[in-house]
């Protein structure tokens, strides 16, 4: 089935340091990309969208940045907390040539170790 | 506010079983997505409604695999002849967003996670 790409499938870190997580695509016609997370045994969770015509937004404590050029998005986490371990997955919204459908990528695992 | 509510939670069929879930979505959305999840693993697209357009079947795996949303609102899967590969979580997700809209975020149940024995 359809998927974006992901660069890591796990991904470890010290709580209170910064987190980031890589995505690759390769669609080059969507209009937004998006962060969700997953926690056990629940559906995924909206966390933060980008248009493709900017290269960074910031949340709380999530920053998203776009590299168009490379076709590469990031997620970054600041001061990372224990809430923060799940599977994150990186989605791009096709748009109108797509006709404006979600296609999620494969997912990275994070573990917050206290 | 009530979420998007899918039905059952757990199911657990024979293999050559034909199977039933449902998604019952947040009121007013007119977007309805079909994802496949398996152990591990990221979100299979599925299928797509989008208000009275035709729906987007390009993910469904084969011909054993169909989809409706009646009245622009409740959906059922129906799997027929259930294979082993099947097994899986079945996840659905609606959304506000409609053609040529900012992004809307996708909303999803909790999943359906069928095994077949």
């Known amino acids: 089935g359809e998927s974006v790409g992901l660069h890591l499938p796990t991904l470890s870190v010290q709580e209170g340091d910064n987190s980031i997580i890589n995505c690759a695509y390769s669609?080059?016609?969507?209009?937004?990309f998006i962060w969700y997370k997953q926690e056990s045994g629940k559906g995924p969770q909206f966390i933060i969208d980008i248009r493709s015509n900017m290269d960074k937004r910031q949340g709380q404590r999530v920053t998203v940045l776009l590299n168009k050029t490379v076709k590469h998005l990031s997620l970054q986490i600041a001061a990372t907390q224990p809430g923060d371990s799940a599977v994150y997955f990186c989605a791009e919204s096709r748009g109108p040539l797509g006709g404006f459908k979600t296609i999620f990528g494969a997912g990275t695992r994070l573990f917050v170790k206290a | 506010g009530a979420g998007v509510s899918q039905s059952p939670s757990n199911k657990v069929t024979e293999k050559g079983k034909d199977v039933e879930l449902r998604c019952d979505p947040i009121s007013g959305h007119t977007a309805l997505y079909w994802y496949r999840q398996s152990l591990g693993q990221g979100l299979e697209f599925l299928i797509y409604?989008?208000?009275?357009?035709?729906?987007?079947k390009s993910g469904l795996p084969s011909d054993r695999f169909s989809a409706e949303r009646t009245g622009g609102s409740v959906s059922t899967l129906t799997i027929q002849r259930t294979q082993q590969e099947d097994s899986a979580v079945y996840l659905c997700?609606?959304?506000?967003?409609?053609?040529?809209?900012?992004?809307?975020?996708?909303?999803f149940g909790n999943g359906t996670r069928l095994t077949v024995t």
């Open positions: 997700a609606s959304s506000l967003r409609g053609t040529g809209q900012l992004y809307s975020p996708l909303h």
């Open positions: 669609n080059s016609a969507s209009d937004y």
């Open positions: 409604f989008q208000g009275n357009s035709a729906p987007d």
